[in-house]
């Protein structure tokens, strides 16, 4: 019996960026191979013969691997969006929806060092809820077959968003507006991250903390 998987690993060559899959792959297509040699040999044909129409079947190797990248990279792509992106949105979007609606009923920040340089900014009720809101996230990723960092990506997504908005902002600060004294500038920045990303960041992650080990708790009943 020849050694199909040998034979597809020298033929199909190195799917590059998609290496994950490689192994995959290879048993699936020998397995074909090996199936469609084993139809010819039960009909009589020699072996010879047989392993020369297995080979001729598997048609333009060339062909083939670009075909099967094309698949795998589209499949990855989605993935993505719908273990990343998808639930990403939800947070981002259920989480700065929340936080409007409690400024228009007129729930009031808690200010640490109410002068200036102002200090933290907490909106606590919105705080407390991040928990539950990015538990819903990882819920909605781990749901797309999502593990890992994708899950905590997709649920932290408005504290990183925010994050990544301070970062291009404050250098034009800096740069801009020259009147303002650097300590304030810097005080500011420091305030801005702490009650805008990390704390956010931190609740969100919690919530997916805490759905994960609900899954665990449900998973061993």
Known sequence: MPDWRAHVRDHLGSLRHVRAEEEEVVCELAGHLEE??????????????AFSETCARAGNWEELRSGI??????????DRVKQIWVPGLVTLLSSYVVLTLFQRIGVRPMVLHPGEPRGVVLYLPWLFLLPLIGAVGAYLSRRALADGWRVYLAASLPALALGAFFLLLFPLAFALDRQVPLHIKGTALVAMTVGWVALPGIALCLGVALQGLSKRRTASR
């Open 69 to 78: 990248v094309s698949a795998i990279e589209e499949g990855t792509m989605n």
């Open 36 to 49: 469609c040699y084993a139809a010819l040999r039960a009909k009589g044909m020699p072996e010879e013969e």
